[in-house]
């Protein structure tokens, strides 16, 4: 199940695979957005040789700028379009690499993530053509030695979703489906079934290594 599930995020930068729930639209408004300095640093699954590498984006966007007014000015320009409270995630499988967008979402009394994947690293316009970014999401725990991921079982959700017995609105592929509904029903089909056990998959946890 872990390996299942990090391979899950390696794919998704380039398809949207059906084990894990898979949106249109973010769980986020900027006003749901927090931080959390814990997050920082390089993680491996329990149980797996796999690398997350988490950053704070506008900070490893900086960090090239050297000379303390131009790191101002390019921080005025960057604070436009990149959201100072989102990381930047590092995926590293078997020598495969991903990055995606992380933002850290409170929802009432939970916290989630959600994920989005980064500029695809393969150079190939048929590829880019057909690529189709999607939002991920998963309810996290964060404690002093580390944290856990409890990703939503897009298997329940979408078989339930097929006999009528929760509703969202959502799209049906040949081998996927793909959540599109607003942020705002997304955000309270997330926290009306947050408590429901049976919506999550076994958590993952991550444990620091630097």
Known sequence: MRTFIISCFILL????FQGCITSLHPLYTSKDLTFDTRLLGTWHPDGSGDTWKIENLMEKQLSRYKDPKERKDQENIKSQFINRNTYLLTCSEKGKEAE???NLVRLDNELYIDLYPGPLKEKNELLEDHYLPVHSYAKI???SNGF???FFNGE???KLLSENRIKIQHEDFDYYKVITASTADLQKFVTKY???KDFFMSPVTFKKTI
């Open 194 to 196: 947050a408590d429901n």
């Open 156 to 158: 329940q959700i979408y």
């Open 148 to 150: 856990e991921l409890s």
């Open 141 to 143: 725990k964060i404690g």
């Open 100 to 102: 995606f967008l992380l």
């Open 13 to 16: 930068a380039a398809f949207a």
